[in-house]
């Protein structure tokens, strides 16, 4: 079953605008962590938030986690053709005893128009 | 820097041929993954690897098998291979607590 839940599934927007993609999952967490994949590549990490963390930054991504509602949001700014991707919430929820597993959602596929 | 590195990249089978999966991780980590991805899904774990000698079941890790040869590799074997099978399979690796997964490129299998 899938811990994390994406919304929107899908999203379209232009060159310069801004992006945020949610993500809301449903056990307590050790980390929640963001993933890109272009298409027919592998998964490429983009930042890991602990679960005593509430924001975090890199770059033009901003994330924020808010344990109490069991929700994170990926805010990608002033996006850029070469942000087309699917992008992928993982949560490490110390699935099978062991920490590091991680249980993904469904992912929300970005399309970024020039 | 090749870090994590699948074999093969594409691969058809037919129905009950059997095939074995290679994944190899250059970065000394510990724990290693078996994941696949289906149209319009998340990944979705098969088995994992806590570290080297232990394997456990993951999610979904009927029809599979895996063998952690030793820290750098980690095989999955599909011993008689079904249409359900048809997926794109990924290898990851980990290096330790509140670190990141490092995936490979991902094989594309296709069950006829």
């Not at chain 1, 509430?54 to 070469?82: C, F, P, Q």
Request: charged share 20%; glycine share 10%; proline share 3%.
């Amino acid at each position: 079953s899938q811990q994390g839940e994406e919304d929107p599934q899908a999203l379209s927007i232009q060159e310069g605008e801004n992006a945020t993609m949610n993500c809301s999952y449903k056990t307590s967490i050790n980390n929640l962590q963001w993933y890109r994949q272009n298409s027919g590549r592998g998964l490429v990490h983009l930042i890991l938030i602990r679960s005593n963390e509430r924001e975090k930054h890199s770059g033009r991504l901003r994330v924020t986690l808010d344990t109490s509602k069991k929700s994170s949001s990926l805010l990608i700014t002033a996006s850029r053709a070469a942000d087309t991707a699917s992008y992928f919430c993982a949560t490490d929820a110390g699935y099978g005893g062991s920490q590091g597993n991680l249980i993904f959602g469904k992912g929300t596929k970005l399309s970024v128009k020039p | 820097n090749a870090g994590v590195t699948q074999t093969p990249k594409f691969q058809v089978l037919k129905t009950g041929q059997s095939m074995t999966l290679q994944c190899a991780q250059d970065m000394n980590h510990n724990s290693m993954y078996w994941y696949r991805q289906d149209p319009g899904m998340g990944l979705r774990l098969i088995y994992y690897s806590a570290s080297e000698g232990t394997t456990d079941k993951g999610e979904v890790p009927n029809g599979y098998n895996v063998s952690r040869l030793n820290k750098r590799e980690f095989s999955l074997r599909l011993e008689s291979a079904a249409p359900s099978q048809t997926s794109v399979y990924f290898c990851a690796s980990l290096g330790g607590y509140n670190q990141p997964q490092h995936f490979g490129d991902g094989t594309r299998l296709s069950i006829l």
